[in-house]
């Protein structure tokens, strides 16, 4: 299966997946993405998130720094 992705940027990517022939055949993963035995993962309140990633030097794709709002979305 051929899936296009058009980004916000207007750039656009093609990927190739394979797909299951029915719903009897596709299986789930083996290795699911959260557990009970994993420890939880830390949540961050949007201000704080916005300031670890201006610490880390990060931007949003115009450039400009993270705060609660550019979180949000």
Sequence with gaps: MRTG???HTGAIDEIAV???AHLG??????SPGGRDGD???PHYPT??????LNTAGLTIGTRAPFDDARCLT
């Design 5 to 7: 992705i058009r980004w």
């Design 18 to 20: 394979a797909r299951a």
């Design 25 to 30: 055949t596709a299986k789930r993963s083996s």
């Design 39 to 41: 420890p939880p993962r």
């Design 47 to 52: 201000a704080e998130l916005a300031e670890l």
